[in-house]
């Protein structure tokens, strides 16, 4: 097995370690740079001006990462008067290790559709709610909150940057590696991998094993012509270690 890991850095070194301490052989391509993003600079007085009982949504690991890191900087703690919620286990366990402080997640899976059936979340008139997050995405979140009553705001606590690859150096240098199996954590990933894909050398990537974190990216994945897709049970390496080695994982 030859596995070709796009996730960013450090996650993307630890699963690189894992995978050849099995005996496999991995390499690292990361699609995505991340560094602190534009309005990190306002989360404190954002955070100051919820009332209790409000919400706050972490909506990954990083953002959690630097959100946290800006209140270290500022000698604050996490308020015990918010409620927090976190989009997956992963993202969970990583602010309740971080904070101390306690989270609210779906166990059946890592997206916003599966978080926004917590019973807690089904009436928000008259809430706030804040989402910490990337450069962008998770406007299915938002608007649910939205029509479900509560005020929603955005604070882009980290950033994502595409890794500028030459496209015909990536796809011969993965080539000649022989790679068998491709790892993609998220559906931002997927495009701009696909979008690195030459035409002649595109049947060759679709025949290679595509390990995904979400049905949704599944079904993308399934619409951009990849053939053989799998679904691991989160973004955790662990879970990815796990998927890739198992011999029935479907696809």
Known sequence: MKVLVTRPEPSSSALITAINAIGAQA???PLITIEAGAELNTLIPRLDGLSKND???????NAVWYAN??????????????????????TGHYFQRLTGQTIHWAEAGETSEVLLTHPDLQNLTGKCAILLRGNGGRELLASTLRARGANVDYCECYARRPVPYDKTEFNQTWFNADITDIVIT?????TLL???????MKQWW?????????ERIAEKAHQSGWRRVCVATSAENNALLEALISTDMGC
């Open 27 to 29: 390499y690292a391509a």
């Open 55 to 61: 919400l706050v949504f972490l909506l990954s690991k």
């Open 69 to 90: 890191l800006v209140l270290q900087q500022a000698g604050r703690d996490w308020s015990d008067k918010l409620s927090y919620y976190g989009i997956g286990q992963s």
């Open 186 to 190: 998220s559906g931002e990933m997927l």
């Open 194 to 200: 696909n979008d690195l894909l030459s035409e002649e």
């Open 206 to 214: 679709y025949s290679r094993r595509l390990l995904v974190v979400s």
